[in-house]
């Protein structure tokens, strides 16, 4: 299988007058061709920021690159300027927000920002560009796609306006996909056909997606393999099948509980008490350790390395060790 993405323990901070924020603390994970991978958490896991790392999306300072490599594609990117990531930004991987706003100009009607977006990675004429921004609408399910190029985005719903940024996250075809909490702004009705519409274009195009979400219905409705993000450490990973049934981390098997046994819609990651740690300076041990039902005394001292379990599952926790007691966790039922 292709890899389009690859990172490295990554270490990503953010150097604040109150000292560094250790925002992603070792992240290693994978995305390979044409697969969808979610990544889970709590906000202020640092899912958004491992994604925006990748990107470059993160002004430096106050963000810093501590250590770790980022691969695209097999070519490593960690060290690419400004110029070399607005070739990549667009044309091979590209990322979409909760709020479109953030992406749409409001003052630009939404065939012309289309256009640009292509004229930028190129050389084609304006007629051309014009011809496939109305094409990518169209894949959308934009109603009457060439009279709604000529609409300004805040003519169009929620739902309407995400479509909008796909389209335009999407008409360069790029390799890879970040979605942001794509869908977390909308309605049940409207995010389900959101999610729909990612997958379709998922398949049609080869698109890869990196999902990063806190609920876990949206996991299940387009995750092939999940990471579960907690305080700046992706502390398991698999395909989403195994983890569902079988969590073996105790933070994940808590988020699962909180997850009914039907489809999940709406039900999100808050059932666990207690909270995060602070990242400004994250615990010595297990980070999920005041939290955690299952702790035993190492958890506190010493950080769980990480261990694999081979197809793809890795697992970051001291229950994994030969000599720890052995649990059976809950996850998801199976029906
Ligand atoms: Fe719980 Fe210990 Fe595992 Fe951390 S390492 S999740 S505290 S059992
Ligand atoms: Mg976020």
Known sequence: KERILEIKDLYFSFDTYAGEVQAVRGVSLYVNRGETLAIVGESGCGKSVTCQSVMKLIPTPPGRYKSGDIYYCGENITNYSEKQMQKLRGREMSMIFQDPMTSLNPTMRIGRQIEEGILKHEKISRTEAKQRAVQMLRKVGIPDPEKSCRRYPHEFSGGMRQRVMIAM???????????????????????????????????????????????????????????????????????????????????????????????????????????????????????????????????????????????????????????????????????
């Not at 009914?260 to 297990?286: H, Q, R, V, W, Y």
């Not at 999920?288 to 035993?296: E, G, I, K, Q």
């Not at 190492?298 to 030969?322: A, F, K, Y």
Request: with cysteine; glycine share 8%.
């Open 169 to 335: 996250a999407l008409v360069c075809n790029p390799k890879i996909l970040f979605a942001d909490e794509p869908t977390t702004a909308l309605d049940v009705t409207t995010q389900a056909q959101i999610l729909e519409l990612i997958n379709g274009l998922k398949k049609e195009l080869g698109t890869s997606v990196v999902i990063i979400t806190h609920d876990l219905g949206v996991v299940a409705r387009t995750a092939e393999r999940i990471a579960v993000m907690y305080a700046g450490k992706v502390v398991e990973t698999g395909f989403a099948r195994d983890i569902f049934y079988n969590p073996m981390h105790p933070y994940t098997s808590g988020l699962l509980e909180s997850m009914p046994s039907g489809n999940g819609n709406g039900k999100t990651l808050t059932s666990i008490p207690g909270s995060p740690p602070d990242l400004f300076a994250p615990p010595e041990g297990c980070a999920f350790a005041p939290r955690c039902r299952y702790c035993m005394k190492i958890c506190t001292e010493m950080q769980p390395e990480i261990t694999d379990l081979g197809n793809g599952r890795s697992v970051s926790c001291w229950l994994m060790h030969p000599k720890a007691p052995k649990y059976k966790l809950p996850g998801r039922k199976r029906k």
